[in-house]
């Protein structure tokens, strides 16, 4: 199995796990596609999405890349199934929404999931819901504007706290004491969002279990150098831009563009 690990979203969410993924396995090649051409996944069909995530995983197969990470809860929970059979020679790892830990930590046994609608009204969620969370309240909680808000890069300004008090008020009314990040976009919001929620309750992000898991999946190649490919379906130059803004390093982007289903360097 090599070490090539191809990672993508719809967006620059997916870095939030590309930045674990790096952290925890220093000398892991990786290719990373943002299908910002796309985005927002959540709010698109199944059917879209699913070939959009066909189109991605067929590039990074082409490009050398033996393991894909899926670092979208909207396209795992549409697309991982599927995926895993069209392409039996890949191994896969995706986004769970981290409700068995939740559940499991939650004092209070109330537990507020903050995801796309996509994500929420998919099979994936309810099945893990039903099975690991059947003792707890579950508020399951969209948050409408708020992935197109960290795609600006802007995760401090004016724009984001009401956005955020939006979607915390439930929770903050239910006395929640756990909050899934299930969208990984939101893990670049988390600071504010534990300010607005208190010190005492726990905000869950999924990516170190998820990074953990790629370890697993790909074996160790000591003494090797890191590699890592940025490209988008949007533009190069703005993705750069945001991307540095949120990961505070500078990196290389290049664009790539959608031609029949199919992803071609632009
Ligand atoms: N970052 C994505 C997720 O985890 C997708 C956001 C979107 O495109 O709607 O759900």
Wanted: charged letters at 20%; hydrophobic letters at 45%; a positive charge.
């Amino acid at each position: 199995m090599g070490r090539r690990v191809g990672i993508f979203d719809s967006g620059v969410g997916g870095l939030s796990v590309w930045r674990e993924i790096v952290h925890q396995h220093p000398t892991l090649e990786t290719c990373y596609v943002a299908d910002q051409a796309h985005i927002p996944y959540g709010s698109r069909s199944a059917a879209a999405i699913l070939e959009h995530a066909r189109g991605i995983v067929r590039y990074l197969a082409d490009n050398a890349c033996s393991a894909i990470v899926v670092a979208c809860n909207t396209a795992s929970a549409v697309a991982l199934r599927p995926l895993r059979a069209e392409f039996p020679h890949l191994r896969f790892v995706g986004m769970e929404p981290a409700v068995k830990p939740a559940a499991f930590s939650s004092r209070a046994k109330v537990i507020a999931v903050l995801a796309t609608p996509a994500t929420l009204d998919g099979e994936l969620f309810a099945a893990t819901v039903d099975r690991f969370a059947a003792n707890a309240q579950v508020i399951r909680q969209p948050c409408p504007g708020l992935v197109e808000q960290i795609e600006t890069g802007d995760t401090e300004g004016k724009v984001l706290d009401p956005l955020l008090h939006r979607c915390l008020q439930s929770a903050l009314d239910a006395h929640a004491d756990t909050i899934v990040l299930a969208c990984t976009h939101y893990p670049f919001a988390r600071r504010r969002i534990q300010q607005i929620v208190g010190p005492h309750v726990q905000v869950i992000d999924p990516a170190p279990a998820v990074a953990r898991q790629v370890g697993r999946v790909v074996a160790a190649s000591p003494g090797a150098t890191a590699a890592h490919e940025f490209c988008t379906t949007g533009s190069a130059s703005e993705f750069e831009r945001v991307a540095r803004r949120l990961l505070r390093q500078p990196l290389r982007a290049r664009a790539l563009r959608w031609d029949e289903g199919r992803l071609r360097e632009a």
